[in-house]
């Protein structure tokens, strides 16, 4: 497993022992294994990637592109995750920001993993998925 890191914001304290520790949790609550890029940007350069990847004029607060898979199985892939719309969230939350952002995080890999969310059992099980995967990495992060 190869996990590369990259802070480009400066609104959400957030390590990247953090990053790391949930996004094992989660490949390790999956029985997976990955090489994972991981993003974590302002809203600026989120409505830039939306824009170009998705055609939409809006922020978000996770992306995820999935580059495939290893002939051994492995999962490579990018996630991006959005701090200001963390900080925003968060608000009216029982949760902080860096809780909320680790949520993106687990959901946007959950979505490389092969999960969805369009429907409404889909997305019951991915809620789920992401409580679990943050419960074990120590984050408690309500809805």
Do not use: W
Not at 53 to 59: E, I, K, M, P
Not at 72 to 90: C, K, S, T, Y
Not at 113 to 132: A, K, V
């Amino acid at each position: 497993m190869k996990i590369e890191i990259s802070n480009q914001q400066s609104k959400v304290d957030c390590s990247p022992q953090s990053v790391r520790r949930v996004l094992e949790a989660t490949l390790r609550e999956e029985g997976s294994d990955a090489n994972l890029s991981v993003a974590l940007v302002e809203d600026g350069r989120m409505l830039e990637m939306n824009r170009r990847f998705t055609g939409r004029s809006d922020v978000t607060d996770v992306l995820a592109f999935p580059y495939g898979s290893d002939e051994d199985g492995l999962l490579h892939g990018e996630i991006v995750v959005n701090a200001d719309q963390a900080l925003r969230e968060a608000t009216g939350r029982p949760h902080g920001a860096e809780g909320e952002l680790m949520l993106y995080l687990v959901h946007g890999l959950l979505h490389l993993l092969g999960y969805d969310d369009h429907d409404p059992e889909d997305s019951r099980l991915m809620r789920r998925r992401e409580q679990r995967a943050l419960r074990s990495a120590g984050y408690d992060v309500e809805y």
